[in-house]
T-cell receptor
């Protein structure tokens, strides 16, 4: 059972480049989400999905794009990288609404530097 | 907008002492609250999840309480060990916006031998 798998773990981008952070889970979770973690600011929600074909914006969605074509995968696309997007990105998943099954599981993180 | 606060931001205790970590939230209309541990350079590991109808949850040396009316949760770690050194975060799942988990900034804990 791999849980939540994120790739790549480290990436350096030049300003203006685009890239995709991959996230996959093997727990048949309906809910998947992307967060960024910055010093002193905690984790902030970028985008989330409650099932295949359904996505919604979080707190800081600008500059990021997502899609959910399968239950397992939830890629995060940076459209035109900016230095302000230098951060650690975490993917997370859980079962959808339902008592006792909402424990959220996180990937190991992706460290992104934009120069 | 829901705001989640964790005080203190950092804490250092000698081994064997009990740890008390605080989490407060501004909107009591929550679905559940979850406590996480994060080690340096790693992802978050879930410690305890408390549903809105519960008052506390326990797992081994860990005990988490929830007082929705006052907007507070407390994580107790009994008889701390150096291996408990990590950052502890709480997260609230709002009742009205189920998908939008809201995190506190965390408390960094150091347990000295």
């Amino acid at each position: 059972n791999a849980g939540v798998t994120q790739t790549p773990k480290f990436q350096v981008l030049k300003t203006g480049q685009s890239m995709t952070l991959q996230c996959a889970q093997d727990m048949n979770h309906e809910y998947m989400s992307w967060y960024r973690q910055d010093p002193g600011m905690g984790l902030r929600l970028i985008h989330y999905s409650v099932g295949a074909g359904i996505t919604d914006q979080g707190e800081v969605p600008n500059g990021y794009n997502v899609s959910r074509s399968t239950t397992e995968d939830f890629p995060l696309r940076l459209l035109s990288a900016a230095p302000s997007q230098t951060s650690v990105y975490f993917c997370a998943s859980s079962y959808a609404q339902g008592a006792g099954r909402n424990t959220i599981y996180f990937g190991e993180g992706s460290w992104l530097t934009v120069v | 907008k829901q705001e989640v606060t964790q005080i203190p931001a950092a804490l250092s205790v000698p081994e064997g002492e009990n740890l008390v970590l605080n989490c407060s939230f501004t909107d009591s209309a929550i679905y559940n609250l979850q406590w996480f541990r994060q080690d340096p350079g790693k992802g978050l590991t879930s410690l305890l999840l408390i549903q809105s109808s519960q008052r506390e949850q326990t797992s081994g040396r860990l005990n988490a309480s929830l007082d929705k009316s006052s907007g507070r949760s407390t994580l107790y770690i009994a008889a701390s060990q150096p291996g408990d050194s990590a950052t502890y975060l709480c997260a609230v799942r709002p009742g009205g916006s189920w998908g939008k988990l809201q995190f506190g900034a965390g408390t960094q804990v150091v347990v000295t031998p």
